[in-house]
């Protein structure tokens, strides 16, 4: 068996400054020079956000109340013990894992988290943490879809939105009201 022996890190100085010399004695590569400071209005969708939780968790209540409900039933009927019973809830659970999977992606997936409003350009930060670049505000096309009254679903009212981004695809959204500038919707 090998016996341990110590490894030297070198680490630059407690004193040293970004750029400089450590105290493994090399030079590093000068700092970068800071950023330009832009200014960055961010705008979190609370309403848009608290609705689709909301909905989730109503389907999730839903599927657990039938779920548990023919399960009971499947455990009441004669041979509901037997092996080939078994091996039928188990694919009747993972049919349910799976319902509850895509039911929570198609809820949670259109109510963005925030939007961020830079100088020439609009980000969306999706449900899922993914960035969408859309054309700056006063270029941005959002037509309304649907409007949403305030209720139990969410405090404020949700507007659900179609998106044109940079490259000319449409995504569809659900907003809190008046988080992005709507145009009418157009003649079809």
Do not use: C
Request: charged content about 20%.
């Amino acid at each position: 068996m090998a016996t341990p022996r110590a490894i030297r890190i070198p680490r630059p100085s407690a004193g040293g400054a970004p750029g400089t010399a450590g105290a493994a004695g090399g030079a590093t590569a000068p700092a970068a020079a800071p950023a330009r400071a832009t200014r960055v209005d961010r705008r979190p969708n609370q309403a848009g956000v608290e609705r689709a939780h909301r909905l989730a968790l109503i389907f999730l209540g839903s599927l657990a109340v039938l779920y548990v409900g023919f399960l009971a039933l499947d455990r009441s009927a004669p041979g509901g013990g037997s092996a080939t019973a078994t091996t039928g809830v188990l694919y009747f659970s993972a049919f349910a894992a799976a319902l509850a999977a895509g039911g929570l992606w198609i809820a949670l997936g259109p109510a963005p988290r925030a939007i961020e409003v830079h100088p020439d350009s609009v980000i969306v930060i999706e449900a899922w943490g993914k960035r969408r670049e859309f054309p700056p505000m006063g270029e941005v096309r959002a037509s309304l879809v649907r409007r949403y009254p305030r209720s139990f679903l969410s405090s404020r009212a949700v507007e659900t939105l179609e998106v044109t981004d940079t490259t000319g695809h449409r995504r569809t959204y659900q907003f809190e009201e008046g988080l992005l500038p709507t145009q009418p919707p157009p003649a079809r």
